[in-house]
């Protein structure tokens, strides 16, 4: 009984300390999975910082050139520290062609989206709540506005804009817009209309709302994160698109993509005023954005409401 007790004892005391048999102690699990952890948050921030200084230094690049005289902006090695100065956006106001440029782009670019989104917004949310027949060939029929590349298009636009006298005219481009944006809208607004359910819109039935009232109150204020996104990516794309203000304009509807190509010449390149051009066309794009920030975020998510 006595050398039993003791064998049970000593078992016991190697139990309780496991380092007193000779074996080595393990490190805990957990501490090295809180190392890992750790490691990876590190990680995540450090690739996220490096792909954020990797984004933002082009902007950083033109908005120094655009503060640099002119000599200094295409000095090699670059001048990393500099007196700013604001003689390239003094002689780009002195430009007229420039502010027109600018004030067409503004007033085109807003009323597209304007009016793509009065028309692909109520579109969509037909497609989305009625049984409309052959509905998936219609909804590709809106996507085909995009399979072609603009290249491809253009001659045929041009074409048809000349024999309706839209050529050189900002109602033409403003049109134009609205066909390179309108299949967008409508196929990102359905998928915003699905995801609302059904069941908010017949509430506000039974408490005698009528169909559009219910559309109106209901339904849009729901999709307003979408509206937002939608109107954002259709005002930056008819805000740089190059191309078809290339072909389809010539003087009175010149847009600001192709007046900061003209800085662009045959024998020299405006560095200077191609920079402070080029910050000045980023702004109202900046502008737009910060002002829908709060609905950005939830608009890009696609799932706000999820529908029962």
């Known amino acids: 009984m006595a050398t039993s007790d003791a064998g049970s004892e000593m078992k016991t005391d190697v139990d309780a300390n496991p380092g007193a048999s000779g074996e080595p102690t393990r490190p805990s699990r957990r501490f090295s999975k809180d190392t890992r952890n750790r490691l990876a948050a590190v990680g995540r921030h450090a690739a996220l910082l490096l792909w954020t200084v990797v984004v ?25 520290v500099f007196l700013p100065t604001v003689f390239n956006y003094l002689r780009l106001v002195q430009e007229s062609s420039f502010i027109a440029a600018f004030a067409n782009s ?37 996507l085909s506005s995009r399979m072609l590349p603009p290249i491809a298009v253009v001659i045929p636009f041009f074409v048809i804009f000349r024999s309706l006298n839209l050529y050189d005219t900002r109602i033409g481009m403003i049109f134009m817009y609205v066909t390179i944006n309108i299949s967008l809208v409508v196929w990102v607004m359905k998928a915003f209309f699905d995801g609302i359910p059904e069941a908010l819109e017949e509430a506000a039935r039974v408490d005698g709302a009528t169909r559009f009232q219910g559309f109106r109150k209901v339904v849009l204020p729901a999709a307003k994160p979408g509206i937002f996104s939608v109107a954002i990516i259709s005002f930056i794309f008819a805000w740089i698109e190059l191309l078809f203000g290339l072909v389809l304009t010539n003087n009175r509807a010149v847009t600001v993509s192709m007046q900061v190509y003209q800085f662009i010449g045959v024998r020299q390149i405006e560095w200077g005023l191609l920079a402070a051009a080029s910050t000045a066309v980023i702004l109202p794009v900046l502008v737009f954005v910060v002002a829908v920030n709060k609905y950005l975020a939830a608009g890009l998510s696609f799932g706000v409401v999820i529908k029962e």
Do not use: H, N
Not at 116 to 133: C, F, K, N, Q, T
């Open 106 to 142: 503004l007033f085109m670019v807003t009323a597209s989206v304007i009016l793509v989104l009065l028309i692909g917004v109520p579109a969509a949310y037909v497609l989305s709540r009625y049984d409309i027949p052959k509905q998936r060939d219609v909804l590709v029929w809106i």
């Open 56 to 80: 933002l230094f082009p902007l950083y690049w033109i908005v120094s050139m655009s503060l640099k005289p002119p000599r200094e902006a295409i000095s090699l090695p670059p001048d990393w």
